[in-house]
């Protein structure tokens, strides 16, 4: 940041960075991110600098654990897909043909991982815009929040941030661009496994 000349480059490298399939589960880094970069466009670089950089080095830069055999999993699946989505522009997929909520519901929540992770991928190869699909996301979350009984203990914690990682993917395409916010989907879908 300081050497000038790099300011419009540093946000999305962020994003970029939270969305690799190694941070895939730590999903605070994309929430916290977000609030970062809205911080920044609110009050500028000569006031957000120090917290912006420090922090999200911070964000991105702490020390993780090997991550347990699902994970790993689900990263090994991943790698492939982000290499596609590196080759991938919002110009470059088909024209938005049907979408199918009921079947990307159905896909998301399956509680299959090939399922979960294949339900967003046929959405992104069949053109569907992005903000369709995190609508999608966020209206699977709100109903699995209306149908658990609060009379319970739901885990509450868990739906809650389904919804506001499902969100979260907005912020990431304004801020980190069409691919990060891709790979973004596979991260929110993640949490819905």
């Known amino acids: ?84 989505i590196d080759g991938m522009t919002a110009d470059s997929t088909e024209p938005a043909g049907t979408f199918d909520e009921g079947g990307f519901a159905e896909g998301l929540v399956s509680g299959d991982l090939d399922g979960t992770f294949d339900a967003v991928t046929h959405a992104l190869k069949a053109g569907v815009d992005i903000q369709r699909i995190v609508t999608e996301m966020v209206l699977v979350a709100a109903d699995r929040m209306a149908r658990t009984p609060v009379n319970m203990n739901p885990g509450w914690g868990g739906l809650a941030r389904e919804m506001a990682l499902a969100s979260s993917v907005r912020t990431a395409l304004r801020y980190g661009g069409f691919q990060v916010a891709a790979k973004a989907l596979y991260h929110a879908a993640w949490q819905f496994f």
């Not at 300081?2 to 929430?31: K, M, T, W």
């Not at 080095?57 to 982000?82: C, F, N, V, W, Y």
Request: aromatic share 8%; glycine share 10%; net charge negative.
């Open 1 to 84: 940041r300081r050497q000038g000349g790099h300011d419009e480059r540093i946000v999305p490298l962020l994003f970029g960075c939270a969305v690799e399939p190694y941070f895939l589960g730590h999903s605070d880094n994309l929430l916290h991110l977000g609030c970062l970069a809205e911080v920044l466009e609110e009050f500028g670089w000569e006031h957000a600098e120090e917290l912006v950089c420090n922090l999200s080095a911070k964000i991105l830069g702490r020390g993780r654990g090997t991550p347990d055999h699902m994970r790993r999993s689900a990263i090994q699946k991943l790698e492939p897909i982000s290499e596609w």
